[in-house]
């Protein structure tokens, strides 16, 4: 390989690889998804991103600074990088795919990042009247759920899914949201914004 094919990774590719990321990891500061923000990774010691609960231990005592010669070790094969790491992503093969990759996380650490299309979570305070629920009934094996938009479904309780999401992007206090494939199709997810809500928003309510 030539020095000049060696040299810069290119950003603006580089965030085009990171949809590869994009399920797990966002690059919007404070945004913790499977895994940690990326926003200021660069030059950070691992697993210290502030906010990010689910570091494994490995990660945790790891003696590594993010930079060019770590991020290219780690993104080529994470568990042998970091025996034990909960990032269950098998790396990527290619060297100028990395460099790449590495080239748009220093920009977007620098404030400097070409914009990727942007992945990660909805912001669940903007949902559509189809996706606001306004009541969970429970009877039998049955959950009806009603929306905003005036729709009421029948869902059969073990195809309907509770979960929470207590960030700036999750729903507000009282306001549960109905996500995935919403209401249409045989099943969904209810997102709250607190663990109590949950059981205190479903009545039970037989026809
Ligand atoms: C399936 C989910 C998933 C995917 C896909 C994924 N990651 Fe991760 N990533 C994680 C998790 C979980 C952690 C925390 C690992 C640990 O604590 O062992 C992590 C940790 C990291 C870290 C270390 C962060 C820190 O705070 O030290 C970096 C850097 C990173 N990922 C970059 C990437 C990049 C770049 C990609 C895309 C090529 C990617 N990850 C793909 C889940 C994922």
Redesign the pocket.
Same mark, same amino acid.
């Given at each position: 390989m030539t020095l000049a094919a060696h040299a810069a990774g290119d950003p603006k590719r580089g965030a085009q690889? *990171?949809r590869?990321?994009m399920?797990?990891?966002s690059v919007a500061a404070g945004e913790q998804m499977? =895994? !940690?923000s990326?926003a200021h990774?660069w030059n +950070?010691?691992? =697993?210290?991103?502030e906010g990010?609960l +689910?570091?494994?231990d !490995?990660?945790?005592r790891?003696d590594?600074v $993010?930079n060019e010669a770590t #991020?290219d070790q $780690?993104?080529s094969n !994470?568990a042998a990088f970091?025996p =034990?790491?909960?990032?269950? *992503?098998p790396g #990527?093969k290619q060297s100028q795919a990395r460099q790449d #990759?590495i080239a748009y #996380?220093k920009a977007v650490a620098g404030g400097k990042a070409p914009p990727a299309q942007r992945g990660g979570k909805l912001d669940l305070r903007k949902a559509p009247p189809e996706g606001q629920v306004t009541s969970i009934k429970h009877c039998g094996d049955t959950y009806t759920v009603d929306t905003a938009d005036g729709r009421s479904q029948k869902v059969w309780e073990f195809n309907l899914r509770f979960k929470t999401d207590t960030s700036k992007l999750g729903p507000a206090p009282g306001k549960p949201v109905v996500v995935g494939a919403g209401m249409q199709g045989d099943r969904a997810s209810i997102v709250f914004a607190t663990p109590k809500e949950i059981s205190e928003s479903i009545k039970h309510a037989c026809p």
């Open positions: 690889v *990171f590869q990321c399920a797990c990891h499977t =895994g !940690p990326l990774i +950070r010691k691992a =697993g210290s991103v990010f +689910r570091y494994s !490995p990660m945790k790891a590594v $993010w #991020l $780690w993104l !994470p970091l =034990g790491t909960s990032m269950t *992503f #990527l #990759l #996380l």
